[in-house]
């Protein structure tokens, strides 16, 4: 029997911008369709011929001549910006989309754990949407039984359980959802992003599970922007780059690789063109910057002085609640911290109107230590909509100058170098009572 779980051979993907699907509105318009589809798929297979490039302006290939090899029993991070092709890749290994050219052969029953709450119907009750997202995993009634307490301990819902899901939170949903899905034991388990489902502590349960998984010996194929839970969970990795795959090889290596294309971006992100900046119909992002202690856009800061990210994006309507944040991560993919503009104890009430905005927030000087890091954008209304989401949008490099300080050598170990508070006193012991006295040095 072949080791191989998953092979990928020349593996390519293309949509068709502002394509429509063909309606036919008489059996006649319907035969003549399927007559002239073998003529169609002609025009297709010359197509496809174009992976160099020449293809029509309303053609987009989301992967290109990809192939690659997964062994049974290991586990897979497949890594890429945003727009990269890593959900589309898991949908045709999923069997959800066909591919356009190439083959992908999966060995092995595969689950899928891509868009959680696919077949929940909102008018049924939390147990009547456990089996029925059950059946359509793949899962009898009896297993459903078996293992339907501990379905939903996992989700942490048993309260609402008997209630219908359209009165569930948003996260209360996801949750659930995932739970059903996550108790399948398949051979080949594909996974995309499920970490960004509920709060921090059921994210933790979601890494726990997936680990619990890699350690069972399945195969899985593993999507994540949290790249300490890449490293954590998987010991191989394939970075994708615009349809493409870049790199093949150890998770580790794969994490460093992938967060360096965003130093070779520079400190600086612009959108080019205002239209088709990242956002909706309501926000576009506008620009992404760092600025040193003079107010100046650098990539290489300091380690002394502190470093400013500025945020700058525009409202075409009215937004109430709008949280502007980012998470900072170290070289090799550890979160370092998140921040948003509603710490501090801001208003989680406030209206923003129509116009443009600058969040901005500042990190100490002598808090980072030497190294490469990277800034991943998220912009949201809590609890209710994922506005925008850019991983790695921006990257920089903190230098050492002869210390935190900058006097002496001070090679601290760490993520973070902080300077901290410290007293000491002296201590005497006189007539047995013991005398404390604050030394200034």
Known sequence: MSNIAVRVENLGKRYRIGAAAERHGSLREAIAHAVKSPFRNLRGLRDLSRFDGGERDDVVWALRDVSF???????????????????????????????????AMVHGRV?????????????????????????ILGMDRAYIEQRFDEIVEFSGVGKYVDTPVKRYSSGMYLRLAFAVAAHLEPEILVVDEVLAVGDAEFQKKCLGKMGEVAREGRTVLFVSHNMGAVTRLCTQGILLDRGTVKMQGRSSDIVSQYLSMGSEEGSQFVAADPARAPGNDRFRLRAVRLLDHEGDAMSTFDIRYPITAEIEYELLRPIRNLRVGFRLLSGDGTVVFSTTDMDEGKSHDSHRTVGTYVSRCTIPGGFLNQGRYSLSLGIDVPMVESVVFIDNIVSFFVEPTGGVVGAIPDNRLGVVCPLLPWTVESVAVEGGEARRREVAL
């Open 111 to 135: 689950g899928s754990l891509l868009e959680v709450g696919t077949g929940f119907h909102p008018e049924l009750t939390g147990r009547e949407n456990v089996f029925l997202n059950g059946s």
């Open 69 to 103: 090899e997964v062994k049974h029993g290991e586990a897979t991070a497949i890594v890429g910006r945003n727009g990269a092709g890593k959900s589309t890749l898991l949908k045709i290994l999923s069997r959800i989309t066909e591919p356009s050219a190439g083959r």
